[in-house]
């Protein structure tokens, strides 16, 4: 019988904060039809070759990122000289397959589960493989977490304390990560989804319900992350799961992710009332122009309605803004400033626009000739500009206007200032730069240390 390994490579375990639940589908669908199937997950601490070793499988599926593609390509790399037959599949590989096959057998483009399937059934030994999309996404089975090192993930909150999945999370608390819908309807020029030309798909209430029991009967998880692109998509579901949660007793707090304009006061009280704690936003920008740009089809306007409805429904309004847009000025960027400051909200994410390929940022880049030949798929870190996304403002100015932004939400929170400070602890050089840049006005060096003395 064929025996399958599914692995999750890297090296830097700030990304290891949750379980690998692409692989899990996919080794989930393959037991569902028989197939013997293990997980190893590098990012969590395994050593990929001496499991190898122990397994000796048939076949090797590695996924990845773009920013972790070079490891993926080294575990294929070596399990093809090991004898092993490899597949590789995800976002990065599936739209960039032609160069990924020169590090593995075989490149899976598109959802993994019925590929790997055929893969192993029809013996297929090389070249691109893509099949249809699943259509009924309850045909495949929870995540198969039994095959997870689940004791490192649902720690995962002490481990990685400044990890923004987790900050509305008490110290000591059993935390998963659960996936309910995949695909998106909208298509914001920065998204995967832009390429992914798939529909939104859900699992039903009841599934979904199936699925947090049994983390909460097996695992003793305490919360959840609802780490799909938009929880909050349709209201109907969100509200039979929380009725459901509810009806049924399960004790657990959880997070979710939502667009400004998914959700009202209603859904979030509802959701409140079944143990939401914190719902994150993609705020992206405090300037309208800049929000069309990203065809992000929302209005600063909603961005702080959002914040305001969480904050009447006792829930904490968390979220990102991108620094460095296609077209965007100073006096934009300077709007997004101002929304930060204005917005009574405390937890905020600044990324410098990053383009992935296969987006419709990543077009535009190329049309206006801002991709450089030499750049590292790894260095694709969000706090430096590796392709510039903007056209407009130089990088080094971009970068000295996230950190100006990340200044302004720093004053703000006491949970991001505490993080900040371990992080600088970690980067002597950065630590200086930044104290320099504090102490150079002594008003705000006055608001840090009253900041530091709370
Ligand atoms: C949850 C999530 C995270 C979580 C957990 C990641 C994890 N360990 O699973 C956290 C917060 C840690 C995270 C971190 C990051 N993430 Co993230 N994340 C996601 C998110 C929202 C869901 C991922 C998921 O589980 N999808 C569900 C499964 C079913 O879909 P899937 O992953 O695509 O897998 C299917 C296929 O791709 C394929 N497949 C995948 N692997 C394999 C392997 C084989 C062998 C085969 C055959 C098929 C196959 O089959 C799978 C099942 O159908 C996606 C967006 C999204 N909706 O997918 C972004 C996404 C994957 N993340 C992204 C990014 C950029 C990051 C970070 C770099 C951000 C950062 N700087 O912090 C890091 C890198 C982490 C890493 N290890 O690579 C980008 C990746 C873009 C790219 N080109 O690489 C995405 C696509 C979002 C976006 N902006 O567009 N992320």
Redesign the pocket.
């Known amino acids: 019988m064929t025996k399958v390994a599914?692995?999750?490579p890297?090296k830097?375990c700030?990304?290891?904060?949750?379980?690998?639940?692409?692989?899990g589908?996919?080794a989930s669908y393959l037991e569902k039809h028989g197939i013997e199937v293990v997980i190893i997950d590098e990012?969590a601490g395994q050593n990929v070759k001496t499991e190898i070793e122990k397994l000796r499988p048939d076949i090797?599926?590695?996924?990845?990122?773009?920013?972790?593609?070079s490891d993926a390509y080294r575990v294929t790399e070596m399990c093809r000289k090991m004898g092993v037959l490899t597949?590789?599949?995800?976002?990065?590989?599936?739209?960039l397959p032609e160069e990924a096959l020169k590090h593995s057998d075989?490149v899976?483009k598109?959802?993994?589960?019925i590929?790997?399937l055929d893969?192993i059934r029809n013996n297929i030994k090389s070249g691109i493989?893509f099949r249809p999309?699943?259509k009924n996404i309850d045909d495949?089975p929870p995540p198969a977490r039994h095959l997870m090192r689940m004791d490192f993930y649902i720690n995962a909150r002490d481990k990685f304390p400044d990890?923004?999945?987790f900050h509305f999370i008490p110290p000591h608390t059993k935390t998963a990560?659960i996936?309910t819908s995949?695909?998106?309807p909208f298509s914001c020029i920065?998204?995967?989804?832009s390429w992914?030309g798939i529909p939104w798909r859900f699992n039903a209430p009841e599934r979904v319900i199936l699925e947090i029991e049994q983390l909460v009967r097996v695992y003793g998880v305490e919360a959840l992350f609802f780490?799909?692109?938009n929880f909050f998509t349709n209201k109907a579901r969100v509200q039979k799961i929380c009725n459901l949660i509810k009806n049924k007793g399960i004790n657990i707090i959880w997070a979710a992710?939502s667009r400004v304009d998914s959700i009202d006061l209603e859904i979030l009280q509802t959701a409140k009332d079944a143990g939401c704690r914190e719902v994150i936003f993609g705020f992206e920008s405090g300037s309208q122009r800049i929000l069309d740009v990203l065809n992000k089809k929302t209005t600063v306007e909603q961005n702080k309605r959002a914040i305001q409805l969480c904050n009447k429904a006792g829930v904490i309004p968390a979220g990102s803004v991108m620094i460095g847009n296609p077209t965007e000025t100073i006096e934009d960027i300077r709007a997004t400033q101002q929304f930060l400051r204005e917005s009574d909200i405390k937890s905020v994410g600044v990324?410098i626009t990053?383009p992935?390929?296969?987006?419709k940022l990543w077009n535009w880049c190329e049309e206006q000739k801002l991709i450089p030949s030499n750049f590292k798929?790894s260095d694709?870190?969000?706090d430096k500009v590796v392709i510039p996304a903007c056209n407009t403002i130089s990088p080094r100015e971009i970068e000295k206007l996230f950190t100006e932004t990340i200044d302004i939400v720093l004053e703000k929170s006491p949970f991001s200032f505490s993080k900040f400070l371990i992080q600088n602890f970690k980067n002597p050089k950065q630590a200086i730069i930044t104290i320099f840049r504090i102490f150079k006005n002594p008003a705000r060096a006055l608001r840090y240390i009253k900041r530091i003395i709370k």
């Open positions: 599914l692995v999750n890297g830097d700030r990304y290891a904060a949750t379980e690998p639940l692409s692989l589908y996919i990012l090797v599926g590695v996924t990845a990122t773009s920013l972790f593609i597949v590789i599949g995800g976002v990065h590989v599936s739209i075989i899976v598109g959802e993994g589960e590929a790997m893969i493989v999309y699943i495949v990890s923004y999945l990560s996936f995949r695909g998106c920065f998204c995967h989804n992914r780490i799909e692109d992710n990324s990053t992935f390929p296969g987006t798929w694709f870190t969000f």
